[in-house]
């Protein structure tokens, strides 16, 4: 996918790109479920906590960076690009930022109830519980190739 992106898209080409490969949420459902909304144009963001990039030592990411979307088997799927990037407080995320995730029904209750369950699970063992207060790193992103299609997602998605 990479190859074929690059064949599109001459100027990211080059002998080492800045690129990563990854896939959304920890576990099979969600992780294919977001790729597949990713794709539809539902999905326009993703929103770990900072204290899993510290815990894991990845830098945060920044606005270009680009990401291959692998589904739960690391299968290729997508290429993202981040178009902003905000740190939020978890108590500060709002409507407009669960509604671009695009996951569940789409509203701030569901969005702040999966995602504390989700936190939770990500920040084991860091040494960080889940508080009011922790830094959500919000990413913005494009899906660039294959080019989403908007409005073709239907299925709702839901965290286990």
Same mark, same amino acid.
């Given at each position: 996918?990479?190859?074929?992106?690059?064949?599109?898209?001459?100027?990211?080409?080059?002998?080492?790109?800045?690129?990563?490969?990854?896939?959304? =949420?920890?576990?099979?459902?969600? %992780?294919? +479920?977001?790729?597949?909304?990713?794709?539809?144009?539902?999905?326009? *963001?993703? @929103?770990?906590?900072?204290?899993?990039?510290?815990?894991?030592?990845?830098?945060?990411?920044?606005?270009?960076?680009?990401?291959?979307?692998?589904?739960?088997?690391?299968?290729?799927? =997508?290429?993202?690009?981040?178009? %902003?990037? +905000?740190?939020?407080?978890?108590?500060?995320?709002?409507?407009?930022? *669960?509604? @671009?995730?695009?996951?569940?029904?789409?509203?701030?209750?569901?969005?702040?109830?999966?995602?504390?369950?989700?936190?939770?699970?990500?920040?084991?063992?860091?040494?960080?519980?889940?508080?009011?207060?922790?830094?959500?790193?919000? +990413?913005?992103?494009?899906?660039?190739?294959?080019?989403?299609?908007?409005?073709?997602?239907?299925?709702?998605?839901?965290?286990?």
């Amino acid at each position: 996918m990479w190859r074929e992106f690059q064949a599109l898209a001459p100027s990211t080409a080059g002998p080492e790109p800045a690129i990563s490969s990854w896939h959304f =949420c920890d576990n099979p459902h969600d %992780a294919d +479920e977001c790729a597949r909304l990713t794709l539809a144009g539902r999905k326009r *963001a993703t @929103a770990p906590s900072r204290w899993s990039f510290e815990h894991a030592g990845e830098p945060l990411p920044r606005v270009g960076d680009l990401h291959v979307v692998t589904n739960w088997a690391g299968e290729a799927q =997508c290429i993202i690009r981040i178009t %902003a990037v +905000e740190i939020v407080p978890f108590d500060g995320v709002t409507a407009d930022h *669960a509604r @671009a995730e695009g996951e569940g029904d789409g509203t701030l209750a569901w969005w702040r109830e999966a995602h504390w369950a989700y936190y939770q699970r990500e920040l084991a063992g860091s040494g960080h519980p889940p508080r009011p207060d922790m830094p959500i790193v919000f +990413e913005w992103f494009e899906c660039v190739h294959p080019v989403a299609t908007p409005g073709s997602g239907t299925a709702e998605q839901k965290e286990d």
